[in-house]
């Protein structure tokens, strides 16, 4: 069974930093493309970044760019979120997505809730 | 990286029909057949229901269907059942390894 359980958020201040895991099982983790997308409270989802297979090519939305830092341990079967500079904005449920189709996601962790504010 | 349009919400009665639109540009839902749609109940992870336009995963009821025409894309529920009341989101494909998502549909099952 494809399993994806994010960790890592809380409540932190402006300007701190926060990184999230996302800890992949029932699948081979480095076959595939994995994203970030987030949930501001009672808003819509919002694609955040990607990451390829190997973790040699990423990307960004602008809001978070230069910023947050995707990255992945294929031996750790693990995603990850480095946010740092974080601001009152980036209040939200993250989601790791597992890229399993062509040009979409289908299977999506819990989700995990960051929230920042001082 | 503006998000699609899609109208905040939709309604129908039980064993109606609904079609909800998702409105982008050449330089996502017009340029590439990789649209997907989500469904999303209040407090859970959204499920995909629709990749690649008009393709469903294992498992999700033939009364979900997709289709695009140009920049616009559209989610067709047909035979409405009280568990599709939901909100639905579009996604597509931006270029560069760049996604985008729609705004949201809230849909009501009256």
């Known amino acids: 069974e494809v399993q994806l359980v994010e960790s890592g958020g809380g409540l932190v201040q402006p300007g701190a930093s926060l990184r999230l895991s996302c800890a992949a099982s029932?699948?081979?983790?480095?076959?595939?493309?994995m994203q970030w997308v987030r949930q501001a409270p009672g808003k819509g989802l919002v694609w955040v970044s990607l990451?390829?297979?190997?973790?040699?090519?990423?990307t960004y939305a602008d809001s978070v760019k230069g910023r947050f830092t995707i990255s992945r341990d294929n031996a750790k079967n693990t995603l990850y979120l480095q946010m740092n500079s974080l601001r009152a904005e980036d209040t939200a449920v993250y989601y790791c997505?597992?890229?399993?189709?062509?040009?979409?996601?289908?299977?999506w962790g819990q989700g995990t809730l960051v929230t920042v504010s001082s | 990286q503006s998000a699609l349009t899609q109208p905040p919400s939709a309604s129908g009665s039980p064993g109606q029909s609904v079609t909800i639109s998702c409105t982008g540009t050449?330089?996502?839902?017009?340029?590439?057949?990789?649209v997907s749609w989500y469904q999303q109940h209040p407090g859970k992870a959204p499920k995909l229901m629709i990749y690649?336009?008009?393709q469903r995963p294992s498992g999700v009821p033939d009364r979900f269907s997709g289709s695009k025409s140009g920049n616009t894309a559209s989610l067709t529920v047909s035979g409405l059942q009280a568990e599709d009341e939901a909100d639905y989101y579009c996604?597509?494909?931006?270029?560069?390894?760049?996604?985008?998502f729609g705004t949201g549909t809230k849909v009501t099952v009256l």
């Open positions: 029932g699948f081979t983790f480095s076959s595939h493309w």
């Open positions: 997505e597992r890229g399993g189709v062509p040009g979409g996601f289908d299977y």
């Open positions: 990451i390829n297979r190997d973790g040699s090519s990423t």
């Open positions: 050449i330089s996502d839902v017009g340029g590439y057949n990789y």
């Open positions: 996604s597509s494909y931006a270029g560069s390894y760049n996604y985008v």
């Open positions: 690649e336009v008009s």
